[in-house]
């Protein structure tokens, strides 16, 4: 399961009106889709999207139990499911012009839970990380070629980890020997590489390299400025786009992104990112980094 996040501040940051076409970039397990349908009763109509074909599978069994009848492609639905990146948003929707938009970015409960994804260090799994495992390159893959100096600027760019240069260092090494292939053999790289006496007692120490790796293999950060920009452009006048992110370079796109949109009508609706609650946090502990952040196209500036 995955907990949708922060869902009362999404929908009242989204304001969504009766009978409102909305697009969920990121539909994971639909939480978020399901609660952005209701609030827009039943005329409300909601394009998803997702680059993992598995976890829209898994989207398309849960709205269909909920009531809602998912149609693949097919932008006229109620509920229409695409397989895509949510940087081809401004492509897909052509002229249509969504009044709400949510980009929940990162991954799902689902990814971190499944050892055969390889994203979580607790588990032993193939080094793959791919949230879409239809395309690119896996962890494993990528640690086996790239040089010592590009892992560590991986791992200081995405992970802002301390020991960069050594982790680089040792998987290179160690592989000269054995390529990597699962999540342990990265975990034993990073244990051999950061001193134990220098250990931080709150975090385990492949923490960052496992979170960094993640980054560089999906490709998360990359051009997620202008995307965003570009999507935010594709809403109706007075729509309403949020977008909660889970890293401090995501957050930093976000803020960005609004304020290149604030130079052409739209406005910020938070200054400061919204943050769940104690309570929320207390419940679902993976809430905690969430940040929110809104913004809103004022009606004169929409094409
Ligand atoms: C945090 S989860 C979303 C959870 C969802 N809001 C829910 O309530 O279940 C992020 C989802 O977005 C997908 N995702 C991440 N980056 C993406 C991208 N660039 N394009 C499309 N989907 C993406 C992931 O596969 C994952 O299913």
Known sequence: MHDPV???????????????????????????????????????????????EEMLALAEVRLRAEGFDPVREDLTARVCLIHADYRAIPDRLGDLRPIAILLDLGLSSVHLDDPSRGIAFSTEGPLDMRMDRSRGEPAAALLNRASATEIERILLEFGDERWARRIGQVIVDRRRERPLRTTQDLVDCVMAAVP???????????????????????????????????????????????????????????????????????VDLNKKPLTPSEQEIGANPRSRSAKLRAVWRQEATAA
């Open 6 to 52: 922060m869902v009362d501040e999404v929908l009242a940051s989204l304001a969504i009106p009766s009978g409102a076409f909305m697009v969920d970039g990121t539909l994971g397990l639909a939480g978020h889709s399901l609660a952005m349908l209701r609030a827009a009763g039943p005329g409300g109509r909601l394009v998803g999207f997702d680059w993992d």
């Open 196 to 266: 134990p006496a220098k250990r931080d007692r709150r975090l385990h120490p492949a923490t960052r390299t496992f979170q960094a790796v993640r980054i560089a293999v999906n490709r998360e950060l990359a051009g997620l400025k202008d995307a965003l920009v570009a999507i935010a452009r594709c809403l109706a006048p007075s729509g309403r786009m949020v977008v909660l992110s889970y890293h401090s370079g995501e957050d930093r796109a976000a803020k960005q992104a609004f304020r290149e949109l604030e130079a052409s009508g739209f």
